[in-house]
């Protein structure tokens, strides 16, 4: 387990004849505020009523702080230093990101991921006008000026009720490719309170995207808080495998067998030993959830796919194949985070040998099967 | 000949009345007066599957209760000379601290009397009240004398994240007297069984138990653990081990990208577990296929990090197959003696 740095034997740049890409996790930000505050470029968008509220009382969360996230960033806004158009957010204008990202690496589809949109706010209603706006915003500001990019239906889902209805509105709508959620909910995703979204996403042929962070307010580990955001990256993972026990073991795939999720942002080389330790415990107790019918990897294998970044990178590169053979290569589609700090340069990201229909599949077509990019 | 060494059992408590003897006069008082139920946790119901094995249940339904069957079932059949026991009593999750420290007196004494002293094969960790450093150090400096007990016992969810400083106490009592740190499955229960909230049943509660040792693991490695405290080890428990290469692999990656945060980690985080870090074997939650797991422990790439363990009277394996099929088995041989003598020094003085 000694990280060799100089031993570079089987790496080699993936993408280099710059393949046209679906990246499957770009993260678009209204100009101006940040977390905690509301853009003006939402505003057109929200009731008087509502802009009155953020105005005066703003969105709040399930965590300290005002303005900011919970855990100091590694830098502003997690972003890249040359992300920032004319000192604005990164992710604020379309133009910089299609010089900047869309253009140079070929991406034929970018699937927008949002997460400053009120998800998660504590007040149910706050959290509603806030999503919508977004997906107002989305559209007006992105999908009708570049058919490159698909939005995500943001929703209220802890009032699962209204964030089935702002689903449905959007069913055959072509500028959205997804329900977006996070990872920390206030419970965990797969109970009961979440199924009316599931319905309606399965009902609008969405995939449902779970995107690391969220507000949940359950401590960061069974153990209580960490320290630092470090930590706190890290346990993205942790977070979406106690999701995907949740989404198992509840039966959601029972109930939903069409339905797609995507774990976006956690990586995936955990999920095969997840796999194999979920098969194990519910060949003991199995009487327990007798709602299942399907052993726990095979509802992994027809239900859920994972989104490469940030990649996981073994010394030996090649162990990293292993991790994607054992999840299955239709399983992972790739995404660069953009403009986030870690962003995955897809010229260089998973520098792996990878034969054509597996790079292809990674690259693009597997993203095209999910979403149903034409 | 070396002897095999088994670094995971757990004897069954079995009744409080059975530790009564071990209390002092204002506790069993306690106990009687304020009538305390039985420290069983919910985290190993009794007559799960998963609590014990069918075949290793004694007439009642009870499994471990006795130092005589503990040999029969667990030692004999697998020819081993040396095994830890790792009393899972819930002393930990009481409220109150000063009740939690009296139930490990209790414990720890009840395990040196009814276990220890009835079969020279047996050692055993020293149980804390993990609630209060101050009062856990207090424990572990009365048990070290007894060479027999051979680490400290955390569980690895409490109130706090291993690796905060609130918790170095016990670290550096542990590390002064030559223990290893076990850190075991198990909660204190003073947050959700999940990081995204409360599960809804028994086995997400226990496939996220892995989780928790991934967290945990990041934690005593942000903090600085392992470099405040050079000559410690730490034995993770009952947890799986297939996760450990993906989630370094994650670790190292962060690690890297955000190194300015936590500089006192100065190396890179699997050449700290390599050195300092071990797993107990069961369970393993190795893929089905041997062969696989041939290819999987390519990706630990150490031979030194396993230890054996039954895990008894825990279901994880049929029969006497705790060695997962496709184990080369030289590394099985590393894994039952080698290891184990390497991790915990105290074995040593016993064996030579």
Redesign the interface.
């Known amino acids: 387990?000694?990280?060799d740095v100089l031993n570079r034997t089987g790496i080699q740049t993936t993408n280099q004849s710059k393949l046209a890409i679906a990246d499957c996790d770009i993260h678009p930000r209204p100009p101006g505020a940040g977390i905690g505050g509301v853009s003006k470029a939402l505003y057109p968008y929200l009731s008087k009523r509502w802009l009155e509220h953020v105005q005066t009382i703003g969105v709040r969360y399930r965590q300290p702080w005002e303005r900011g996230s919970a855990y100091p960033k590694?830098q502003p806004q997690a972003c890249r230093r040359d992300a920032w158009p004319n000192g604005d957010n990164p992710g604020s204008d379309l133009a910089f990101m299609a010089e900047q990202h869309l253009d140079p690496n070929n991406v034929a589809f970018g699937v927008l991921n949002p997460l400053t949109s009120g998800q998660g706010a504590q007040d149910p209603e706050l959290s509603a006008a806030l999503t919508h706006a977004t997906n107002e915003w989305q559209v007006a500001e992105w999908t009708s000026r570049d058919t490159r990019l698909k939005a995500s239906v943001m929703t209220p889902f802890e009032d699962a009720p209204t964030a089935a209805k702002m689903i449905e509105a959007r069913a055959g709508d072509p500028n959205f490719a997804q329900v977006l959620l996070l990872?920390?909910?206030?419970?965990?995703?797969?109970?009961r309170r979440y199924w009316p979204i599931y319905q309606a996403a399965v009902d609008a042929n969405l995939p449902v995207g779970i995107h690391a962070f969220?507000y949940?307010g359950?401590?960061?580990?069974?153990?209580?808080?960490?320290?630092?955001?470090?930590?706190e990256?890290?346990?993205h993972?942790?977070?979406q495998?106690?999701?995907l026990?949740?989404l198992i073991?509840?039966g959601v795939f029972e109930r939903y067998p069409t339905l797609k999720i995507v774990l976006v942002e956690a990586?995936f080389?955990?999920a095969?030993?997840?796999a194999?330790?979920?098969?194990?415990?519910?060949t003991?107790?199995h009487?327990?959830?007798p709602h299942l019918k399907r052993r726990p990897s095979e509802y992994m294998r027809s239900n859920v796919w994972f989104t490469t970044q940030?990649v996981?990178?073994?010394e030996p590169r090649e162990?990293?194949a292993?991790?994607i053979e054992?999840i299955g290569w239709d399983r992972v589609l790739f995404a660069t985070d953009y403009p986030h700090?870690?962003f995955d340069d897809p010229a260089h990201a998973l520098p792996l040998k990878m034969t054509e229909a597996q790079k292809r599949g990674l690259f693009l077509e597997n993203a095209r099967a999910v979403y149903g990019f034409a | 000949m070396p002897p095999v060494v088994d670094c995971d059992l757990h004897p069954t408590v079995p009744s409080l009345a059975a530790l009564m003897p071990y209390l002092d006069d204002m506790w069993r008082e306690t106990v009687v007066r304020r009538g305390l139920d039985e420290l069983n946790t919910i985290a190993y119901p009794a007559n799960?599957?998963?609590t014990a094995r069918a075949d290793w249940r004694d007439d009642r339904g009870k499994p471990a209760t006795t130092a005589e069957r503990l040999g029969k079932d667990a030692l004999d059949p697998f020819g081993t000379q040396i095994a830890i026991c790792n009393c899972l009593y819930g002393v930990q999750a009481t409220f109150s601290e000063d009740l939690g420290a009296a139930m490990a007196r209790a414990v720890n004494d009840w395990i040196a009397r009814e276990w220890l002293d009835r079969d020279p094969r047996l050692r055993a960790s020293i149980v804390v009240p993990q609630q209060n450093a101050e009062l856990a150090v207090a424990e572990i400096e009365r048990c070290a004398p007894d060479r027999r007990f051979v680490q400290v016992l955390l569980l690895?969810?409490?109130?706090?994240?291993?690796?905060?400083r609130q918790n170095w106490p016990i670290y550096a009592a542990a590390e002064r007297l030559g223990l290893p740190v076990g850190i075991h499955a198990g909660?204190t229960y003073?947050?959700?069984?999940?990081?995204?909230?409360?599960?809804?049943?028994?086995?997400?509660e226990?496939?996220?138990q892995?989780?928790?040792f991934?967290?945990?693991l990041?934690?005593l490695m942000?903090?600085g653990v392992f470099a405040k405290f050079p000559n410690l080890t730490f034995v993770l428990m009952e947890s799986?081990v297939?996760?450990l290469?993906?989630?370094?692999?994650?670790?190292?990656?962060?690690?890297k990208?955000?190194r300015?945060?936590?500089p006192w980690v100065a190396d890179?985080p699997?050449?700290i577990?390599?050195d300092r870090v071990r797993l107990t074997l069961q369970?393993f939650?190795?893929?089905?296929e041997p062969a696989?797991i041939t290819?999987?422990m390519?990706?630990?790439?150490?031979d030194e990090?396993l230890l054996f363990s039954t895990d008894y009277p825990h279901?994880?394996f049929d029969g006497t197959d705790a060695i997962p099929a496709g184990l080369d088995p030289a590394l099985a041989q590393k894994i039952m003696v080698d290891n184990p003598l390497n991790t915990y020094a105290r074995l040593r003085e016993t064996t030579q």
């Not at chain 1, 990872?183 to 109970?191: F, I, K, N, Y």
């Open positions: 387990m000694n990280v590694g990872t920390r909910t206030a419970e965990p995703l797969g109970q969220g949940g359950s401590a960061l580990t069974t153990g209580g808080w960490p320290s630092f955001y470090l930590e990256m890290v346990g993972a942790q977070c495998q106690a999701v026990t949740s073991f509840e990586g080389a955990w095969a030993s997840h194999w330790r979920m098969d194990r415990q519910f003991k107790l009487k327990e959830v940030p996981e990178e073994p162990h990293l292993d991790a054992w700090w870690d | 799960s599957p998963l690895v969810s409490g109130e706090l994240p291993l690796g905060r909660s003073r947050h959700p069984n999940t990081p995204v909230g409360w599960s809804s049943y028994l086995s997400e226990y496939i996220n892995a989780g928790a991934q967290t945990q990041t934690s942000a903090e799986g297939t996760w290469p993906g989630y370094l692999w994650r670790l190292t990656k962060f690690w990208g955000l300015s945060e936590v890179p699997a050449s577990v390599q369970p939650d190795g893929p089905p696989t290819r999987f390519e990706h630990m790439g150490s990090l279901w994880q």
